[in-house]
């Protein structure tokens, strides 16, 4: 076959090309030939269709993500923000954190455990490319109901591909969540987190300055696994009437990535490279063309030098491919050597495939035929944009109007303890434990809060013990009932869990996981939820530093819930002033923290006691979230309380039980006057907390709270080994630990 060269196209511009079968669309493929000034080669095609994709341009979501920029709070610990591979945030004494969370959804669904495990390495290369050793990794996932046979085929091997990948590379999993729902039976979420830690001066960007600066491939060689991959799964929806793409799934070597890892953090050491960039998502075409983009000049690449598992591969499947384990740096020639030399010490196989040009193109050749001759720009940065048409749908008024305040609600103190019994063993309130259990929480030594805690919580200086706190949290429940309070509500929520730990919520890293963006509906989910967001990080201080977009997250025509899962980083000045969620002695004081209202829309109680999605979720009230943050913050840091719980889903019951087991310490409760038991225990309203006040501290505690206009009311003491709601119910908390530990391992294991 004749190698379809720049020339080529030059000469025959009416060759039919497949660029419907690669994802474009005809007005994309037309606007690609203007570009030119010709028909695209193969490789270029190739390029343009990964990097063009819904996963790699953003194109139908960066008109809305701009906002994040635009309402962007004065915020003086940013350092590096959207646009990088992962946004930095200063924590004091000269350390920087970077953190950001993406999605690895269709591949995890194909190939469970090798999406999993790809989505861990990826993220966790993204964090490296900032010139950061990364310390700790989380994950934020979504199954299908969890009783559904496809669940235990699809959650065992996503669990294990994150335990597996995340466990060779010694990275504790501090945190995440687990949730079911039907609607994410043929679309699991995986989404991936990681958390990095450098000092200021050690911050690297992905750009190719200098000419004559050397392109240095590093890392694993190239395979035909994971060609298009993400990039194509991730832009399309999901029917049983397709093809299966488990070719497109990458496959991961955690060992490979750990000597990686350590490779780079040697030469960052040494100062050797100018820019540098991980290959993810578009892997080659990505690379070259995302750091010749953001720099000076252009590149030329000879693309048979790169090192290939296959030999076979033609140079569109190279630059397709998204093999994982590799990275792309700037090097001056003067520091090359040093280099390859760091690189053969720790086995890395190192190509140096190119140089900086002073051009303004990208030019990539095969054995001296030019078959890539672009404006970087024009593939990376200056793809599609899409202003998708979206309505808000005709259902929403009637969803919201079929409120949860009118379903039955326990007619005795008998079936109130039955419902009690009935949420704490529902899959998504029950002990997560046999799945964290795989994950090792401990490794480094440096975790001092891990799951089933309110944020993990990791050392990051062993002398002055300051650490960081970060917590993921997204309802799409109730972002179904309300797009735009639902994403409030889940950064609410992640803020609340930071602050309850001790630490100072500083950002905000997005993972917005929703359906078709050619759906009007799903479009307004979208718009409403970047926009409550953005909205509520300007009003809290937390500015997003960065993140994902994931569409096309629906099987057919059923779209999952509009999922948008918010991670919160916090900075704690030490550690050892944390707060556990653990009552763990008799007879300190339990505080209610907060207002409690009649809000039981999207709650837990109503999915698992009447199958019921209706009404409105809870109300948002940032202000109180930022008053009770600080109350929370300034007892860890005084010694006021000994633990504290955020109330969320399941509401003050769950909040209790998981208190009370986790310290193996039982509590009485008194219902204050006039209040409603039912109420009390189910209703999620948001910005409130639980705490345990040493009797000693009490006075102090309640002044502050008096002081700053918290509302604070005493609900009763740790005692005993039950949880006993005066004038209602008792159980015991060994009857309390079997329904809440059971619950999984009988489903899943």
């Known amino acids: 076959m004749t190698l379809d060269t720049v020339k080529h196209a030059s000469e025959t511009p009416g060759v039919e090309q497949p660029w419907a079968e690669l994802g474009l669309k005809k007005d994309e493929y037309e606007r690609i030939r203007e570009i030119l000034g010709r028909r695209p080669t193969g490789a270029e095609l190739a390029m343009y269709s990964v990097m063009w994709s819904e996963h790699c341009s953003y194109k139908s979501s960066k008109v809305h993500l701009k906002q994040f920029g635009e309402k962007a709070p004065e915020n003086d610990a940013m350092l590096v923000g959207i646009g990088e591979n992962a946004g930095v945030v200063d924590v004091g004494q000269g350390y920087a954190v970077t953190f950001k969370v993406e999605s690895h959804n269709h591949p995890s669904y194909i190939e469970p455990y090798q999406g999993a495990a790809t989505g861990v390495g990826g993220i966790v290369r993204d964090i490296l490319a900032m010139g950061a050793r990364p310390v700790a990794v989380m994950d934020p996932l979504r199954f299908g109901a969890a009783d559904h046979p496809d669940t235990k085929r699809v959650l065992p091997g996503v669990v294990a591909g994150i335990g597996g990948y995340g466990n060779c590379l010694g990275l504790p999993n501090i945190g995440g969540e687990v949730v079911f729902d039907p609607c994410y039976q043929g679309n699991p979420l995986v989404n991936a987190l990681c958390v990095g830690v450098m000092k200021h001066e050690d911050i690297h960007l992905a750009k190719a300055s200098g000419a004559g600066n050397k392109v240095i491939l590093y890392g694993a060689r190239t395979g035909g696994d994971g060609i298009g991959g993400v990039s194509v799964l991730a832009s399309e929806t ?22 990686l890892i350590e490779c780079t953090l040697e030469i960052f050491k040494e100062k050797l490279v100018t820019g540098i960039q991980d290959l993810g998502g578009a892997g080659l075409s990505c690379a070259t063309s995302e750091l010749a983009s953001a720099g000076s000049g252009g590149m030329r690449v000879e693309l048979d030098t790169v090192p290939l598992r296959d030999s076979s591969l033609s140079p569109e499947e190279i630059l397709m491919s998204e093999s994982q384990e590799r990275m792309c740096a700037i090097v001056e020639p003067g520091n090359v050597e040093r280099f390859l030399e760091i690189c053969e010490k720790w086995d890395v196989i190192a190509t140096v495939i190119g140089e900086v040009t002073d051009g303004s193109q990208l030019e990539i ?104 706190a970060v917590a993921t949290d997204g309802n799409g429940r109730y972002a179904k009932l309300d797009p735009y309070a639902g994403a409030q509500l889940a950064l609410a929520e992640a803020y609340r869990n930071v602050a309850a730990s001790g630490a100072k919520p500083l950002a905000v890293s997005d993972c917005l996981n929703f359906g078709s963006p050619e759906d009007p509906a799903v479009m307004w989910q979208f718009a409403e939820a970047t926009r409550g967001l953005a909205d509520a990080c300007q009003i809290l201080g937390t500015p997003v530093t960065g993140g994902n977009v994931s569409l096309y997250n629906q099987t057919g025509e059923v779209a999952i819930h509009p999922t948008p899962v918010v991670a919160v980083l916090g900075v704690i000045d030490d550690v050892n002033r944390r707060t556990p969620i653990a009552f763990s002695e008799e007879g300190q004081l339990l505080y209610l923290l907060g207002d409690t209202r009649a809000e039981l829309g999207g709650s837990a109680w109503s999915q698992v006691v009447h199958d019921h999605l209706g009404g409105l979720p809870p109300q948002v009230d940032l202000a109180r979230e930022q008053l009770l943050a600080e109350v929370l913050i300034s007892a860890s840091r005084d010694g006021m309380i000994d633990a504290a719980h955020d109330l969320s889903d399941g509401g003050l019951i769950q909040a209790l039980v998981e208190s009370c087991l986790r310290g193996g310490k039982g509590a009485r409760l008194v219902v204050p006057d006039g209040q409603d038991p039912f109420v ?70």
């Not at 309640?702 to 009311?713: E, F, N, Q, S, V």
């Open 238 to 259: 999901f029917d049983d009437s397709k093809p299966a793409k488990r070719p497109a799934v990458q496959v991961g070597d955690p060992f490979q990535e750990k000597l």
């Open 365 to 468: 050749f095969w054995h001296g035929e030019q078959i890539v001759d672009v404006p970087p720009r024009s593939v990376a940065h200056e793809g599609p944009t899409y202003h998708r048409p979206y309505e808000r749908p005709a259902w929403q008024d009637a969803l919201q109007a079929d409120d949860a305040g009118a379903l039955a609600r326990p007619a005795d103190a008998a079936e109130l303890r039955a419902q009690v019994l009935k949420l704490v063993g529902s899959p998504n309130q029950a002990s997560k434990a046999w799945i964290t259990d795989q994950y090792d929480r401990f490794v480094q030594g440096n975790t001092v809060l891990a799951q089933p805690e309110d944020s993990g919580m990791v050392r990051i200086d062993e002398d002055s013990n300051l650490g960081v």
């Open 680 to 749: 009390l225990l189910f209703s999620e309203s948001a910005g409130r907390a639980v705490v345990a006040v040493p009797r000693s501290e009490e006075l102090r505690f309640t002044d502050m709270c008096g002081a700053r206009g918290l509302p604070a009311t005493r609900i009763g003491v740790v005692d005993g080994a039950e949880i006993d709601v005066q004038g209602q119910f008792s159980i015991p908390l060994s009857e309390l630990k079997q329904a809440h530990e059971s619950t999984i391992p009988g489903l899943i294991a």
